[in-house]
């Protein structure tokens, strides 16, 4: 089946432009994850929607960055006036979810973010 | 800070040896643990994961939690030249908590 898709798959922006990366989950799955993963870095977490709970947007890393969740389905990461330092690839995860089973997440191909 | 920690690497195994990597978390509340397998400039994939205490097998991979320790290793038996990729330790509580990756080769 249809794995989780990203686009677009690379980006090159200006800084200070504002960007959309876009995330389609797996059918079916209620949990989406943005992590990014900067060059030589592990995966840091940024937002977590869960069905229709406000979002757990703990890892955020400033007020620049914000995310949707459209229909329970379709994620939407914005990233506005981008800088320099947030060059790097956004991974998108989804994951089923369910009570009593341990839950799985399946990552996108990522987007490379590139911020001139 | 939750911190997971992994040796970065690179471990150099040769071919058919055991590979050990290990990985040690510091939030005790931690239920679930997964290891992430990572091709350069590809997304993670998913190995395995675990959470009782003890060992699970699945085909090479073989995954070892110690709680009391909170320690958590993979070994990849027969190693082979395809296994060199990064890996990816991750903790759950609600998002996964990533540690950063030990690099493996495998060497012919």
């Known amino acids: 089946g249809a794995g989780v898709s990203q686009s677009p798959s690379n980006k090159v922006t200006e800084k200070g432009k504002d960007v959309e990366l876009r995330c389609d989950p797996i059918?079916?799955?209620?949990?989406l994850y943005w992590y990014r993963q900067s060059l030589g870095q592990g995966l840091e977490f940024l937002i977590y929607?869960?069905?229709?709970?406000?979002?757990?947007k703990s890892g955020l890393p400033s007020d620049r960055f914000s995310a949707e969740r459209t229909g329970g389905s379709v994620s939407t990461l914005t990233i506005q006036r981008t800088q320099q330092e947030d060059s790097a690839v956004y991974l998108c995860?989804?994951?089923?979810?369910?009570?009593?089973?341990?839950?799985?997440?399946?990552f996108g191909p990522g987007t490379r973010l590139t911020v001139l | 800070q939750k911190e997971v920690e992994q040796n970065s690497g690179p471990l150099s195994v040769p071919e058919g040896a055991i590979a050990s990597l290990n990985c040690t978390y510091s939030?005790?509340?931690?239920?679930?643990f997964f290891w992430y397998r990572q091709y350069s400039g590809k997304s993670p994939e998913l190995i395995m994961f675990?959470?009782?205490?003890g060992d699970k097998e699945d085909g090479r991979f073989t995954a070892q939690l110690n709680k009391a320790s909170q320690y958590v290793s993979l070994l990849i038996r027969d190693s082979q030249p395809s296994d060199s990729a990064t890996y990816l330790c991750?903790?759950?509580?609600?998002?996964?908590?990533f540690g950063k990756g030990t690099s493996l080769l495998v060497t012919p």
């Open positions: 995860a989804s994951s089923l979810q369910i009570a009593g089973v341990v839950d799985t997440q399946y």
């Open positions: 059918s079916g799955h209620t949990a």
């Open positions: 929607f869960q069905g229709n709970s406000a979002p757990d």
């Open positions: 939030d005790r509340g931690s239920q679930s």
């Open positions: 675990i959470y009782s205490n």
């Open positions: 991750a903790v759950n509580i609600a998002a996964l908590n």
